[in-house]
C-alpha cells in the first residue's frame, strides 16, 4: 500500500498528504451542523465531508483545480470547528493547508495578485515594525474622522475590487500596541517562569489581550519572558499556501523560543502546526523541536536536557496536572467512536 500520492498525477507539492489522512472520514456527518459555510449555504460540497470529498478526488487524479474546485475550497474559513466534532480525528486543518499549497502550485497568481501577495506575506508580515508602522496609520485613519467620511460616502464601492467589504472587516486598533521586550516578574513567590509569544495581528489589534495575559501569568507566580526576536507565527502563509515562507517563520520563532517555552497568544499555530512546518528547518533547531515534541507525547513535563528545571510549558500544566472529567470523556468517547467508524468502513470493504 503506498503511504502518499508522491506516484499518482494529483499532488505535486514537496510533503504531500498521505493516503490513510485523506482516507481517515468515515461519512458520519457529525462535522456538519459545526460548519459555518454549510449552515448558511446547506450545500454537501461547502461542508467538511464534501471538501474532504474533493481533496482525495483531487489527491487520485480525478479532478483538477478548476475554478469551482478553487471556489468549494476557497470558502472554507478554515476554522477548524469540524475537527473538534470529528470521532475519527480527521485533520482537516492540515489536509485544506497542502491542497490550498497545491492550488498555489498548479495557478500561479495574476501579475497583480502575485505583487499584493509578495508585499503582504514576504515584505509586511514578517516585519514587526513595518507592521506597527501600517497599523499606525491606520489607527490614524479610524481615530480622526477619515473613516468615517469614507464610509459615508461610499467612496470604496466606486473602487475596483472589494475595498469595502475588507475594510468593513477591520477591526478597531489599540490605542497602545504591544511590543514583547524585557522580562515581566513575578506579583508572588516564583511558579513558573514562561516566554511568551505576542503575535502578529494580536500586537496591533488586540494589545489589551496581550497585556492582559501577561499580568495574569505574573500575578500566579510566573516570570514572563518577551523575546524580542519573535515575529509572525505564519498562520496567514499557511492558509494561502505560501507554506515556503511560513517554514521560514517557524525557523525564525523556533531559534527565537527554543530556550524557552511559549505562552501563545490567540492566532498562533498549535505545536503540531510548527511540526509539519519544521520538516526543512536547520538540523539543530529541526531536533531540539523534535526532542521537546517526542517528551511531551510520551508525558515527560522535563524542558530541554541540560536547560533550566524552572522552565516547564504552563500549557502542559494546566492540560495535563488539573483534572477535567468532561474532557476525559470526551476524548475517550471521540477515540471509541472513530475507532467505531473505521471498523465498520473496514467491514463494508471486505463485503
Request: include cysteine.
Amino acid at each position: 500500500m503506498t503511504t502518499g500520492f508522491e506516484q499518482k498525477s494529483g499532488f505535486t507539492i514537496p510533503d504531500p498528504p498521505s493516503e490513510s489522512d485523506l482516507g481517515q472520514c468515515v461519512h458520519c456527518g457529525l462535522c456538519l451542523p459545526h460548519c459555518p459555510t454549510f449552515r448558511e449555504l446547506h450545500v454537501e460540497t461547502e461542508s467538511p465531508r464534501g471538501r474532504l470529498h474533493l481533496m482525495r478526488a483531487l489527491g487520485e487524479g480525478r479532478v483538477d483545480t478548476s475554478d469551482a474546485f478553487v471556489e468549494h475550497i476557497s470558502l472554507c474559513l478554515d476554522c477548524r470547528a469540524c475537527e473538534a466534532a470529528c470521532p475519527s480525528g480527521v485533520k482537516f486543518g492540515y489536509l485544506m493547508e497542502a491542497t490550498r499549497a497545491e492550488i498555489r502550485a498548479r495557478r500561479p497568481l495574476t501579475r497583480f495578485g502575485g505583487l499584493l501577495a509578495k508585499v503582504i506575506f514576504r515584505q509586511l508580515f514578517p516585519y514587526p515594525e513595518r507592521l506597527a508602522l501600517l497599523g499606525g496609520l491606520l489607527r490614524a485613519y479610524q481615530r480622526t474622522g477619515v473613516q468615517w467620511l469614507v464610509r459615508r460616502t461610499g467612496l470604496l464601492k466606486a473602487l475596483p475590487g472589494d475595498l469595502d467589504e475588507a475594510e468593513a472587516l477591520l477591526p478597531k486598533l489599540s490605542a497602545r500596541f504591544f511590543e514583547p521586550r524585557g522580562t515581566v516578574q513575578p506579583r508572588r513567590s516564583l511558579q513558573k517562569r514562561v516566554a511568551f509569544f505576542a503575535g502578529c495581528v494580536m500586537r496591533i489589534a488586540f494589545a489589551e489581550t496581550n497585556r492582559a495575559t501577561v499580568r495574569m501569568l505574573s500575578r500566579a507566580g510566573c516570570e514572563v519572558r518577551l523575546p524580542e526576536d519573535q515575529v509572525c507565527c505564519g498562520a496567514l502563509h499557511v492558509h494561502a499556501g505560501e507554506r515556503e515562507q511560513a517554514k521560514e517563520l517557524a525557523r525564525r520563532n523556533i531559534e527565537a523560543f527554543e530556550r524557552r517555552p511559549a505562552a501563545r497568544s490567540a492566532g498562533a499555530p498549535a505545536p503540531a502546526d510548527a511540526g509539519r512546518l519544521s520538516g526543512r528547518l536547520p538540523p539543530a533547531a529541526r531536533a531540539a523541536h523534535s526532542a521537546a515534541a517526542a517528551r511531551s507525547a510520551q508525558g515527560d513535563p522535563r524542558p530541554h536536557p541540560g536547560r533550566d528545571e524552572g522552565w516547564r510549558p504552563l500549557l502542559w500544566q494546566r492540560r495535563h496536572l488539573q483534572p477535567d472529567p468532561a474532557r476525559d470523556g470526551r476524548a475517550a468517547r471521540r477515540t471509541e467512536g472513530g475507532q467505531r467508524g473505521r471498523d465498520r468502513g473496514r467491514r463494508r470493504g471486505e463485503r
